[in-house]
Structures are given as structure tokens and as C-alpha cells.
């Protein structure tokens, strides 16, 4: 079933964005809200790119697709078990977005959309992660914010996070209502 956004009922809600946007904490937040699982994206990682990212080396497109595929294939699973999940995933390109959804239209992309400055901050005040705060430019310069024609809410980033997840939950509940 479709909603006023073109939101089809989805299997995996993707909370998507660059690294320090908020993609746990709002993916967790959102899936205790809504009663859904929370699959962290970053546990997908190959070892291979920890360590890349963990020296300072962003990680390219041949770096990345096993772990997408490895999220997808994680979804896929849901959807067969007919299980709703929220993803954690940067997803930070179109056809990123295309391998986690596949040729589905049940899986949905919220975009945690900040500006530099503030998710350097976070980042620079976060510990304990693979990802340092120097590959954020990396993130920012492949970066391609969803468009019209995917399934996707937009939510800045500059209120708390609460906030933000009742925002999505509006949208996701407008769409059910249309």
C-alpha cells in the first residue's frame, strides 16, 4: 500500500547519512518507537574495511559492496520471514540505495541531512569508532542526497533526537493514513 509520499508499507525503514549524522541513535530510537528490529549496518563491515577506515583510507565502491550486499541480503531475509526492520547504513549513493533495495519497493530511506560543520562536531566529540573524524570529507564529497524519485523522508539534523524520530514517525503515519 502506497502513501501520500509514494512511501509503500516497508519491510526495512534505512536510516540513512554520513558518518556522525545520528544514524544509531535515531535507528534506535525510531525502532523501539515503532516495535521493529534495529540492524546496525556497521556490524556488516568486513574486517578488511574497519581496518581501512580504522588507518584513515576511505573506503571505495569495491570496498563497499560486500557490505551492502550483505545488509540486502538481510533484508531480503526479513521480507521472506515477514519481519519489519530498521537499518542503520550510510547508503551514501544512489546506487547503494538501489543494491539495499533491490528491485523491491518496500524499503524506505530516511536521510539524516546535516551540514559539516555540525557533524564534525559530533564527530570529533564521539569515541570508541572505527570511523575517525578526518574520512568525513570523503563521506560528504560522495554523497548523493535521495531525489524525488525514492522512497525517502528528509529530517535535518539540528533538534534533538527525539524530535527528530517523532518527525519521521508523522510521516511515516501520514502515509498510512493516505
Known amino acids: 500500500m502506497a502513501g501520500a509520499n509514494g512511501h509503500p508499507a516497508n519491510t526495512a525503514i ?40 580504522r588507518s584513515g583510507v576511505p573506503l571505495d565502491d569495491a570496498d563497499r559492496m560486500p557490505w551492502l550486499e550483505a545488509i540486502a541480503a538481510a533484508i531480503d531475509a526479513a521480507r521472506r520471514e515477514g519481519r519489519q526492520l530498521v537499518v542503520t547504513c550510510s547508503a551514501l549513493k544512489r546506487t547503494y ?7 523491491h519497493d518496500d524499503v524506505l530511506f530516511v536521510y539524516l541531512r546535516g551540514g559539516r560543520s555540525l557533524v564534525a562536531e559530533r564527530l570529533a566529540s564521539r569515541a570508541g569508532h572505527f570511523m575517525p573524524p578526518q574520512l568525513l570529507e570523503s563521506q560528504f564529497a560522495v554523497l548523493q542526497e535521495p531525489d524525488a524519485g525514492e522512497a525517502s523522508i528528509v529530517v535535518d539534523i539540528e533538534d534533538a533526537p527525539e524530535r527528530i524520530v517523532q518527525r519521521i514517525a508523522e510521516s511515516l503515519a501520514a502515509d498510512v493514513r493516505a
Open 14 to 53: 534505512v536510516v540513512m547519512g554520513v558518518s556522525g549524522a545520528g544514524k544509531t541513535t535515531i535507528g534506535t530510537l525510531l525502532a523501539a518507537r515503532l516495535g521493529r528490529a534495529l540492524l546496525e549496518g556497521d556490524g556488516f563491515h568486513p574486517q578488511s574495511n574497519i581496518v581501512k577506515m
Open 97 to 103: 540505495r538501489d543494491v539495499l533495495a533491490g528491485s
